[in-house]
């Protein structure tokens, strides 16, 4: 079945210490986008990439950094500058080449905490 | 003011009861919208998908459009306790289809 791998489930994270948390989608989709969800909040965008090797800042990209050597993956860090990290980290998926106007589709998240 | 603005809820009515799920937006260039449900701890799921004004029917969801009143909805027929969950409204636009602008979710809550 296609669609969005994220992992871990859960991650727990020291101070001072960068995680990354793993995202690969199976649905040939050009775009690909990392969330963040905090509890009664919408989502917010952290970064996305429309092509391999490019990528763009969303609206809270401080303390993140991401990567996009291969279509099919888009790694996030989570570096020790996000002071706040504590939540629920979505990515998505998007197809360009199927008319404009596509939905997203999600993974099943990474909840990251600080030990 | 946020380009989507969603009433957080916590919404509660009885099984069987019928559901209204609204979005207001800002920016007239949204042409696409969508409505995703997410069940706690889980990714949103997309539910349906629309293209400018208009209803769309999928079994006990209906989707409607008002553009000249900035205006979207999400209605479930017959609920049932499975269709509890937050409900998050979402659109883009022609020139920028690639960034989808998401409300920040109604939460649903149907009692058996």
């Known amino acids: 079945d296609g669609g969005i791998t994220q992992s871990p489930k859960y991650l727990f994270r020291k101070e001072g210490q960068n995680v990354t948390l793993s995202c690969e989608q199976n649905?040939?989709?050009?775009?690909m986008y990392w969330y963040r969800q905090d509890p009664g909040q919408g989502l917010r965008l952290i970064y996305y990439s429309q092509i391999v090797n490019d990528f763009q800042k969303g609206d809270i990209a401080e303390g993140y950094s991401v990567s996009r050597e291969k279509k099919e993956s888009f790694p996030l860090t989570v570096t020790s500058a996000q002071k706040n990290p504590t939540a629920f980290y979505l990515c998505?998926?998007?197809?360009?080449?199927?008319?404009?106007?596509?939905?997203?589709?999600f993974g099943d998240g990474t909840r990251l905490s600080i030990l | 003011q946020k380009e989507v603005e969603q009433d957080p809820g916590p919404l509660s009515v009885p099984e069987g009861a019928i559901v209204s799920l609204n979005c207001t937006y800002s920016?007239?260039?949204?042409?696409?919208f969508m409505w995703y449900r997410q069940y706690s701890r889980k990714g949103p799921e997309l539910l349906m998908y629309?293209?400018?004004?208009g209803n769309k029917e999928d079994g006990r969801f209906t989707a409607q459009v008002d553009k000249s009143s900035k205006y979207i909805s999400l209605f479930i027929r017959d609920s049932q306790p499975s269709d509890s969950a937050t409900y998050l409204c979402?659109?883009?636009?022609?020139?920028?289809?690639?960034?989808?602008?998401f409300g920040s979710g109604t939460r649903l809550s149907i009692r058996p």
């Open positions: 649905l040939n989709h050009d775009a």
């Open positions: 629309t293209y400018s004004s």
């Open positions: 979402a659109m883009s636009s022609y020139s920028s289809a690639s960034k989808i602008i």
């Open positions: 998505a998926s998007l197809s360009l080449g199927t008319g404009l106007g596509q939905p997203q589709h």
């Open positions: 920016n007239s260039a949204f042409q696409y």
